[in-house]
């Protein structure tokens, strides 16, 4: 009997004692699952007492808080690794559109230089090049087309005039003819007037 009672005051002890263990050990705060890092960090700062250059933190906060940082480092190195990815698909992106670019430029200065230019039998000539060429030409066919105006005038002139001298030559000529047929005839006529004249 003295046994058994020995026992049971152990084990009311044991249950005594637990009991004050777990209802002594105090609820982890709020701050320290709910707000950021600093904020948590200030509360152990306020909360803990520093005895000869130590300072005294209860275990589960310590451990909590050596979990929040943890969970905050990973957290962080998991976004500086998807920034890193981010960075490295915006440079490759990058990298493309300056290909692009360079290809859209050489294309445009191309297309520029087929659009500022002409080809004229075979040479590729600028647009104010092949203006000043085809000016030039207009200008010397005008020219031409001016003095062979100016010749074909003069020479029309002097057609007429050729035509009214020669006309008046001709009229000249006739009256001549006319005369110098009347005078022959006049004379022949004269001669055998003459003939018969000494005959008779």
Known sequence: MKQSLIRSVLILTVLVIAFIKVTG????????IKNTLNEQLKYIEEKTR???DY???RED??????????????AVNNKISELNKMVSSLSLTIDTLRKNLKSTESSL???TRSKN???LF???LNKSDYNKIMWTIIAGLSAALIIGFLVFKRNLSVLFSTKN??????NEFEAYRKTSREAREKLTMDHFNEIKRLKG
């Open 165 to 170: 001298e020669f006309q008046e030559l001709k």
């Open 109 to 111: 200065d191309e297309m």
């Open 50 to 52: 520093i005895y000869e």
């Open 122 to 124: 075979g040479f590729e």
């Open 61 to 74: 906060m310590f451990q909590k808080i050596k979990s929040n940082v943890s969970d905050t480092l990973s």
């Open 25 to 32: 050990q105090a609820v982890i705060p709020d701050i320290l």
């Open 55 to 57: 300072r005294a933190i």
């Open 117 to 119: 230019s002409i080809s």
